[in-house]
Each structure stands twice: as structure tokens, then as C-alpha cells.
Nanobody, 125 residues
Framework: HVQLVESGGGSVQTGESLTLSCKTP????????MGWFRQAPGKRRESVGS?????????ANSVKGRFTISKNNADDETILTLQMNSLKLGDTAMYYC??????????????????WGQGTQVTVS
């Protein structure tokens, strides 16, 4: 059972910044695809961005230039970080960390990801 644990959510004002973290003790994810998704009330879950097994990072157009994804492979855990700057009202959502071990499934489609965290709420007002 792969465990992903998000943290760092909260309530901020527009224009402010927030950093989300996703930790997993599973080294199986060290060199595999990990990504961030978000889901606002009444809307479908959407990709925020991801980092694939080669380290290539991609972002949704709506967050390009404002959000930064990074990944740290420590000895006993992998940490995926989402740095969010210049937050907007439209960024309000539940944010989820996801991971996938099959490279071809590293896409913007939520259903392609096998492993998910419990989510952390981000509210911008």
C-alpha cells in the first residue's frame, strides 16, 4: 500500500503564497511520475502539474509562471513540493498529490494515476 501524505494547505489572501508538500516513505516512487491535481466544489479534478520519471516538469496553463513543482529524493522518503505564488480566487480547491509507476500513465488525466493522497484544502479569498 503506497502512502502519500499532503500538508501545507490553508487560507490565504489573493496574491499571497503557499507551499504544499507531499511525502511518501516509498522509494518506489523515487524515479517515477508524481503530480499535483486539484478539485474545486462542483468541478472535475484537474491536473496542476507533474514531474515524470526523467525529471521533466509540466504545468497546466492556468498555473504556469505562478506555481513550481519540485521533488526531493531523500534516503528514506520522497518529497514532492508545490510552491504556489500569486494565488487567485480560482486556485481555491482541494489539492491532491498523486503518483504512478507506469510511465505511459504520467498524463494530465486523473484516472491514469494509481496512488493518491488524502488531499489538503487551499482557500484563497
Amino acid at each position: 500500500h503506497v502512502q502519500l501524505v499532503e500538508s501545507g494547505g490553508g487560507s490565504v489572501q489573493t496574491g499571497e503564497s503557499l507551499t504544499l508538500s507531499c511525502k511518501t516513505p516509498w522509494n518506489i516512487l523515487r524515479d517515477n511520475c508524481m503530480g499535483w491535481f486539484r478539485q474545486a466544489p462542483g468541478k472535475r479534478r484537474e491536473s496542476v502539474g507533474s514531474i515524470d520519471s526523467d525529471g521533466t516538469i509540466s504545468y497546466a496553463n492556468s498555473v504556469k509562471g505562478r506555481f513550481t513543482i519540485s521533488k526531493n529524493n531523500a534516503d528514506d522518503e520522497t518529497i514532492l513540493t508545490l510552491q504556489m505564488n500569486s494565488l487567485k480566487l480560482g486556485d481555491t480547491a482541494m489539492y491532491y498529490c498523486a503518483a504512478e509507476t507506469e510511465a505511459w500513465r504520467c498524463t494530465v488525466v486523473p484516472d491514469h494515476f494509481t496512488y493518491w493522497g488524502q488531499g489538503t484544502q487551499v482557500t484563497v479569498s
